[in-house]
Structure formats: structure tokens, C-alpha cells
């Protein structure tokens, strides 16, 4: 039967998550979640939630959240911008700023919901090649362009680049706007959040899905200018006014509180990722520098996914990305120090 309007659908390849196994005995290392619980606090908030307030519309500002991140940062309220996690934020972003007939610059290794994105909002790309050891080359970004995007540090690469780095992109892009996307900063890469009232083009994006272990919430939020949080915020209130939800808000506001928490977390990690590295090279691996909760590896001798497949079977769940470049490659999250003693006691009995 003829279905004309099929032929009037949108046509997209849309991004793909890690996977997420139901089981209780999978040690799953697949999609950079953090192995630790939320705050204290965060879990007191839970409790202490009054169930009665979901009948009534959270606070489309989150003046609460606001306030308490623009005070951990040294900003204004109206310096931040809230969001359903980063991707949110994101998202938004790229519809808020990218808005030229130039093409938008980001690495061609990196987070692959960038170019779903651009596709989805019909905005012209190019993708800035790594080096080979997958570093940026700043000098590769001066040129026209509509916006830049990098993550710092990079997803699923792991490396990081400086503060400095940082400001010398921004100076050679003052007429278009530059968006570092920190979602995994907080694991020893340095932000650009020093350099926001330097840069008024310069919007910053965390979220709370990492280093706070709040990815079942959805937290994210934009940190820059008062005139980019307010095109943030027009073009949030044209689509959705009430993005966050009352819980969230909440737990994200307990959560920012609890700083001695999350550094502790933040150091447990960087300890066990470091331990980890060194007993993947000692399996043979090459293992760069990472600055995140995870480790992106490779191994001369074997191939990744025959590894991703055998650590499956074995119900460890790890990312492979059959992808150009890094087809030999498998991203590996830091779990605690059980689960990565499980995960190198495996990979010695494969190797």
C-alpha cells in the first residue's frame, strides 16, 4: 500500500547510548557513569522531598540551583543556565549560537552526539582532525568558521589541554561563539571557567551526570556571559519552559553543598584510574593520559572487538566504537577497585 507520507519524515542517524544491562552481576564500565553513590545530602534531600510539591510546576528559574552554583564559581545568577543534563544544554546551545552559513568546527574524534545535532538542526560542520597521537592543533581552528566546540577534556580520547590553550583559541575566535564542553573536567583538566569574564563569546557546559554521580537525575548546566545565558534562556522559554523537574532541582542543590564529597569522590577515582593504566600497560595495552573517568586503550597485538565481545561473555560491559580512527580502541570507565581488579583478572586469563 503506497504511504506518501513516509516520504515526509525527518531522516536521521540519531546518537547511541551505552548499553544499560538490567542484570545485578554485570560490571558495567560502558557508559563513563560514576561507581560511587550521590552525597549525603543529596540522598537526605531525596527523603526529605515532599511528594505533594510534584503536583505543582517545579521553579521554571531554579533560582535555588542557580544561585548555589553561580556562588560555588564566583559568578552571578545570571551567569547560569540550567538544563535536563548537559546533552540539554547542549543542545540548546547549538540552536542559541550556531546560526551562521559558516561551517561549526569540533574534532573529528569526540562526542558523536555533536554532528546528530548539526543534522537534526540543519547546521553546516566540519570536523578538525586530530594529530596523531590525538592531540588538538590549535592553529588548525583559525580560520572562518560559524562556532567552535571542544570538550576538555575529549571524549572518548581521554586528553585534556590547557588554560592557556584555552585563551589563545578564544583570541584568535572573538567574533563567533566558543563552547568548551567540560563534562568530565572535574577528573584533572583545567576549566575554562577563569576566562569567562575575560570572553563574553565563551559559554562553559558541565554536568552533574559524572564527577557527582547524579546520571539518573539529569543534571547540566551553562556557565558564561550574561548576554549568552540570556539567549540560553529565550530560546529554553520558546521550547520548553520547565526543563528541570522539582527533584532534580532539589538534589542538584544538595549536591553542589557537599564540596568535601565530591572531592573525595573525584580523588577516589583519579587513584584508581592511574592504577588501572598501569596494570593495562603491564597487559601489553597502550593506554594514553586521561583526564577523566575513563581509559581509552589499545593493544598491538589483539583486536578490540574481539576483546569487547570476550569481556561481554564474561558480563563486563566496556565501549567499543567501530568507527574511523579508532576502530582498534575500546573506552573502558573507571569502576571501583573491585570491579577494575575483576576487568585486568579477565583480560590476563584472554591475553
Known amino acids: 500500500m503506497d504511504k506518501p507520507f513516509l516520504k515526509r519524515l525527518r531522516r536521521i542517524d540519531p546518537y547511541v547510548p551505552g548499553e544499560q544491562p538490567q542484570s545485578d552481576d554485570i560490571i558495567k564500565l560502558n557508559a563513563n557513569e560514576n561507581p560511587y553513590p550521590p552525597a549525603p545530602g543529596v540522598q537526605q534531600a531525596l527523603r526529605d522531598f515532599d511528594a505533594s510539591r510534584l503536583a505543582l510546576y517545579p521553579d521554571a528559574n531554579g533560582k535555588a540551583l542557580k544561585t548555589a552554583l553561580a556562588n560555588r564559581f564566583g559568578l552571578k545568577p545570571s551567569q547560569v543556565f540550567l538544563g535536563n543534563g548537559s546533552d540539554d544544554v547542549l543542545a540548546l546551545a547549538f540552536q542559541s549560537f550556531f546560526c551562521s ?31 596523531e597521537n590525538f592531540c588538538v592543533n590549535i592553529r ?18 581521554g586528553r585534556g589541554v590547557s588554560l592557556a590553550f584555552l585563551e589563545d583559541l578564544l583570541q584568535h575566535n572573538a567574533d563567533c561563539v566558543v563552547i568548551i564542553d567540560e563534562a568530565y573536567v572535574d577528573f584533572g583538566a583545567q576549566s575554562a571557567v577563569p576566562l569567562i569574564e575575560k570572553y563574553e563569546n565563551l559559554l562553559v557546559v558541565q554536568t552533574m551526570s559524572k564527577s557527582r554521580s547524579l546520571a539518573g537525575l539529569r543534571i547540566g548546566y551553562a556557565l558564561g556571559s550574561e548576554t549568552l545565558i540570556a539567549t540560553l534562556e529565550a530560546v529554553k522559554n520558546s521550547y520548553n519552559s ?5 527533584v532534580a532541582l532539589a538534589a542538584g542543590e544538595a549536591a553542589v553543598a557537599d564540596e568535601a564529597y565530591f572531592q573525595e569522590t573525584c580523588c577516589k577515582v583519579v587513584a584508581t584510574r592511574e592504577r588501572t593504566a598501569d596494570a593495562l600497560r603491564g597487559l601489553g595495552f597502550v593506554v594514553p593520559p586521561s583526564l577523566t573517568n575513563f581509559l581509552f586503550v589499545t593493544h598491538p597485538d589483539k583486536n578490540a572487538s574481539d576483546i569487547f565481545a570476550a569481556l561481554r561473555e564474561r558480563g563486563i560491559f566496556i565501549r567499543y566504537f567501530k568507527l574511523p580512527r579508532i576502530d582498534n580502541y ?8 573491585e570491579q577494575m581488579d575483576r576487568l585486568i583478572d579477565a583480560l590476563r586469563d584472554l591475553l
Open 330 to 337: 575500546l573506552r573502558i570507565t573507571v569502576g571501583t577497585d
Open 140 to 157: 588548525d581552528y583559525d580560520r572562518p568558521n560559524g562556532g567552535i566546540v571542544l570538550p576538555n577534556p575529549n571524549a572518548p580520547t
Open 101 to 131: 552559513d559558516e561551517p561549526v568546527l569540533y574534532p573529528d574524534i569526540t562526542y558523536s552526539f555533536y554532528p546528530v545535532w548539526c543534522d537534526l538542526f540543519c547546521i553546516p560542520y566540519e570536523t578538525v582532525p586530530l594529530d
Open 242 to 246: 520547565y526543563t528541570m523537574d522539582a
